[in-house]
Every structure is written in structure tokens, then in C-alpha cells.
């Protein structure tokens, strides 16, 4: 059985090591969001491009 030990440490930056931070931090979640922002548009244009096929399968098994 495997056992896990966990520390806690507590940052105590400089002012120029948190402009550093509060910088990284930012750009990490600039980046998650653009990344987010192109899978939703993906999903979405998968949905339209569903709906389309199934409207023009629609459309040809009734006419």
C-alpha cells in the first residue's frame, strides 16, 4: 500500500517574483479561454453540420 505525504508551503514573493506571477497566471488563463473559445466553435459548427444532414436526409426520404 502506497502512502502519500502532502506539504503546505506558503509564498512569500518579492514584488517583482508577484508581478512575475500575477503575469503567468494571466496568460494561463488567456490561453485556456482562447482554447476553450475553439472547441465550443467546434462543437457548435459539428452541431449545424448534424442538423444540415439530417434536414437535406429529411428532405430526400420524403420527396
Do not use: I
Request: a positive charge.
Amino acid at each position: 500500500m502506497a502512502r502519500f505525504t502532502t506539504f503546505r508551503f506558503c509564498l512569500n514573493p518579492t514584488v517583482g517574483q508577484e508581478l512575475v506571477l500575477r503575469r503567468h497566471a494571466g496568460a494561463a488563463r488567456f490561453g485556456y479561454n482562447q482554447c476553450l473559445r475553439l472547441v465550443k466553435q467546434a462543437l457548435d459548427g459539428k452541431r449545424l453540420l448534424a442538423d444540415e444532414l439530417t434536414t437535406s436526409v429529411r428532405r430526400a426520404s420524403s420527396g
